[in-house]
């Protein structure tokens, strides 16, 4: 902080350090006072510089790596574009260290199993994360509809060599902007747990449904009513993320079971929906 004070004094720039943990992103309410934060910050033209606040994170709590809290913290301010500086261009089909054949892919529109792989063969030797949390974090900005960047921070004027040169790895957004809240339910870093559905389910989601009971066929993890899950096909392919109106305990019980039993079933009055189809966005 001492160093970014020392240059941005010299340009006459006013900043602020801003201390985030997972939770802090995670739950709702805490993301909208970090949001707001920022943008008050951003009106009196000071530029926020945010980071993990280790002092009170566990481990649980924890990113544990700056690319994936920077786009959720882009995510959060509904930012355009995330840029990640790294020591490489950006994300090679191999080694660029090891193997001087291998080539730069400039531009990603979906995340598929061959760029994971690639991820894991190029290697970063600065910051906490690695290709495959850059990785991560581009899948969080691309369901956020935010651009991002990867790119080499080690020559002197880093950004203005992404504009004139484009040597560098861009990932496009998979969808257009979402409203704030839905951004921040597809956003999710740490989701609690998922559902596995059927077909007519997906046919109902991506109709613009919500989740019933009577679709679900499988759950996985622990979770609570309000918690973040995934929604996976039989195929364990992922195809939503949502707000779940029940604990893993209760969709346990309720499971394959039209709506209208579930009072009978759990002994007290609920919701209808696993998911509402308001908190509830198709990947």
């Known amino acids: ?60 709590i924890k990113y544990g790596d700056n690319d994936r809290l920077a786009a959720r913290v882009s995510q959060i301010i509904s930012a ?41 063969r190029t290697e970063n030797t600065y910051g906490s994360g690695g290709m495959k949390t850059k990785i991560e974090a581009a899948k969080i900005c691309q369901l956020s509809g935010c651009y991002m960047v990867i790119a080499n921070g080690t020559p002197k004027n880093p950004i203005r060599k992404i504009i004139e040169n484009q040597n560098c790895t861009w990932f496009l957004p998979k969808i257009s902007k979402l409203d704030a809240r839905k951004q921040w339910i597809i956003g999710s870093v740490a989701p609690r747990g998922e559902v596995v559905i059927d077909h007519g389910a997906i046919k109902a989601i991506n109709n613009g449904k919500s989740l019933l009971p009577a679709g679900v066929k499988k759950i996985n993890g622990t979770f609570e009513k309000g918690d973040h899950i995934l929604v996976k096909d039989q195929n364990n392919i992922e195809c939503a993320r949502g707000l779940t109106s029940f604990s893993s305990f209760e969709i346990e019980k309720i499971k394959g079971s039209h709506s209208s039993k579930i009072k009978n079933i759990l002994g007290y009055s609920s919701r209808e929906e696993i998911i509402h189809k308001d908190d509830l966005v198709k990947v």
């Open 1 to 60: 902080m001492n160093l970014y004070q020392n240059v941005c004094k010299k340009l006459k720039i006013k900043i602020s350090q801003i201390l985030l943990t997972l939770d802090d992103t995670e739950q709702r309410r805490r993301s909208i006072n970090a949001r707001r934060t920022i943008d008050n910050l951003l009106t009196m033209g000071i530029v926020p510089i945010v980071n993990e606040n280790d002092t009170t994170a566990t481990t649980e």
């Open 80 to 120: 355009d574009c995330l840029i990640l500086l790294s020591d490489v261009e950006g994300l090679y089909t191999d080694n660029p260290k090891k193997n001087k054949e291998t080539k730069l892919i400039k531009i990603v529109k979906e995340i598929d199993q061959n760029i994971k792989k690639y991820a894991t």
